[in-house]
């Protein structure tokens, strides 16, 4: 990996910024107040674990479970009033080959096959062997998850690779996502899991591989069926008394409950001021409450920096901001800025885990299914398309910052469809027919006319240039053949859209009016940069010696995925496993 370096801040003996040291001295001073949580006791001057974990997030969660259940005395730190993180919000899928669930649903995965694909998406970026030990150890982890907590997983059979045609590629993927949990099991403690990005129907039951066919529910048999499906579970959940969770409530309530079995205390509202160093080791974190310390290992989990306005500033390239995110909203990158001023090297501090936004006024939408179904197209500030819209969501972010310029604006984008595309399928949660809320209008993130004249004058692009787009692309949508973008070609392209359409599912003309377009800015679902680890999930510093004491996971790390994405659940999966990896490393070493 490349070292992330800052530019224009002094840098002080010990490698700390400026900034971090005023950062730091000013948390340090603040009125902050160190809470309890779940019945346990507040963090206090001179508390004394084994392993002190910051974070109660997938990582955070899953290496206080792997920790407590190797004997060591093990706490969790968690900056918010709430725990589950951005985990909570999420999907959560969860990319891990080879691991037991799909293997029983007859996946034709192999270590070799893995491997292969791994390095072909990853490149250089990222070391052999933090790529061989995740690889190694994420099965295991699924299997010690389902051995020391309620829960279960299920394949999320169709959901391709995000590049299936790679060598070792599964175009019917290899991704997996929490089953069904009751949470009742959780007790008082429901009460305090973060909240989804977006919340089930009232009444259904519903997983995140659900999704593909509800949004086709009005125009084929399947999408009825599973809707019946989702209704019949939510029925049944509420005859039995039950309070079900999927999707990345099931997962942070099915690592709580696992937490709570395994007697770990878990202190929400006690944020990380500051590590604790001694003699050149990490002994334990400072928190608001005093010092809590770490006689063998802290393990810091306390995700990425995607709420940081400066931070996003400095590393990142503009427009950039913490309004087009979805990560959980407590991420400001504390952990990160520990870890570098205890002199971590950081890695990836440019990259996020992007995707496409529309900047609705009451909370980005991230934008999935809806570029990927027939009958619409994806141009830039000149009314030109520039990208597969069918491809892997990071990827057009990426082209989008990459082709973006004076003259050739491509943030925002526009996302333009037709009413034909508004009759079939389900836009976010408005269902087809219904019109969209007058706010995403007022607001500016949608826009609607009656000719792609005036649609393209309200958005501020050439006329001509659009309609040329939309005239050359419906005659690719004839034939089939995407001749520019090749939309449709992976089986990644297909699985969000319309296996009705002929003779491509992903390509269907825009011809009916009125014409909508809707604002597309550089999202994401966390940054994916910080500090840099080895195959040990162990802290490194920038001459590749390891800072004693100190582990990192999930996006408080440098990305395995280096600048790319596996699949759906390249972030949980990595971060589950690696929480794994450290606590096991700890309780290895004497």
Not at 39 to 59: I, K, L, N, Q, T
Not at 126 to 132: A, K, L, N, S, W
Not at 140 to 153: C, G, H, T
Not at 477 to 504: E, I
Request: charged residues 15%; proline residues 7%.
């Amino acid at each position: 990996m490349v070292e992330t370096r800052r530019s224009g801040n002094t840098l002080t003996p010990a490698g700390q910024t400026r900034r971090t040291l005023l950062k730091g001295a000013a948390v340090a001073g603040g009125a902050l107040v160190a809470g309890t949580a779940l019945g346990s006791a507040p963090a206090r001057a001179d508390a004394e674990y084994d392993v002190v974990v910051v974070g109660a997030g997938a990582a955070g969660m899953t290496a206080a479970l792997t920790a407590a259940k190797r004997g060591l005395r093990t706490v969790v730190l968690e900056k918010a009033s709430t725990f589950g993180g951005s985990a909570a919000r999420s999907g959560a899928g969860i990319w891990i080959p080879c691991n037991e669930v799909v293997l029983a649903a007859g996946v034709p995965d192999t270590p070799a096959k893995a491997a292969a694909y791994l390095a072909r998406v990853v490149g250089d970026t990222v070391p052999v062997e933090r790529q061989r030990a995740f690889l190694a150890a994420g099965p295991a982890m699924i299997s010690f998850v389902m051995r020391n907590s309620p829960l279960r997983f299920r394949f999320m059979e169709g959901y391709s690779d995000y590049y299936p045609e790679f060598p070792g590629g599964m175009p019917n993927g290899r991704s997996i996502e929490p089953a069904q949990l009751d949470g009742n099991i959780l007790g008082a403690e429901l009460a305090h899991l973060n909240g989804p990005y977006m919340a089930t129907p009232a009444g259904l039951v519903v997983y995140s591989a659900d999704y593909k066919w509800l949004t086709l529910a009005a125009v084929n048999a399947k999408g009825l069926e599973v809707s019946a499906a989702c209704l019949a579970r939510g029925t049944e959940a509420a005859l039995r008394g039950q309070k079900p969770l999927t999707m990345g409530q099931s997962l942070a309530g099915g690592l709580r409950a696992g937490l709570a079995a395994a007697g770990v205390p878990v202190l929400l509202n006690t944020p990380l001021l500051d590590l604790l160093i001694e003699s050149g080791r990490v002994t334990g974190v400072v928190t608001p409450g005093g010092a809590v310390r770490a006689r063998r290992g802290v393990i810091v989990g306390s995700g990425g920096f995607e709420h940081n306005a400066a931070m996003r500033a400095e590393f990142q390239r503009q427009p950039i901001g913490t309004s087009w995110t979805v990560g959980a909203k407590e991420n400001t990158g504390d952990g990160i800025e520990a870890g570098e001023r205890a002199g971590a090297a950081l890695d990836l501090m440019d990259d996020s885990w992007w995707g496409p936004m529309i900047p609705l006024p009451d909370q980005p939408y991230f934008c999935l299914s809806e570029r990927t179904l027939p009958g619409c197209v994806l141009v830039n500030g000149n009314g030109v398309r520039f990208v597969n819209e069918a491809a892997p969501y990071s990827d057009v972010v990426h082209i989008m910052y990459d082709r973006n310029a004076p003259g050739a604006p491509h943030i925002p984008a526009w996302l333009i469809v037709d009413q034909n595309y508004r009759d079939k399928y389900l836009f976010k949660d408005v269902a087809p027919l219904l019109p969209l809320p007058d706010s995403w209008f007022d607001s500016g993130a949608a826009y609607k006319a009656w000719t792609i004249e005036q649609l393209a004058q309200k958005i501020g692009v050439p006329q001509a240039a659009l309609r040329g787009t939309i005239t050359r692309f419906n005659g690719f949508a004839a034939t089939g053949k995407d001749l520019d973008f090749h939309r449709g070609d992976s089986a990644y392209d297909r699985y969000y859209a319309d296996p009705l359409v002929k003779p491509n599912p992903c390509l269907a003309p825009l011809w009916l009016p009125p014409f909508y377009a809707f604002k597309i800015v550089p999202g994401d679902l966390g940054t994916k940069g910080g500090m840099r680890t080895d195959a040990r999930a162990r802290v490194l510093r920038a001459d590749g010696s390891v800072i004693p004491g100190l582990y990192a996971a999930g996006n408080a790390s440098g990305a395995v995925m280096g600048h790319s994405y596996a699949g759906s659940g390249s972030t949980i999966g990595p971060a589950m496993t690696f929480g794994y990896v450290a606590a096991n490393d700890i309780a290895d070493t004497p």
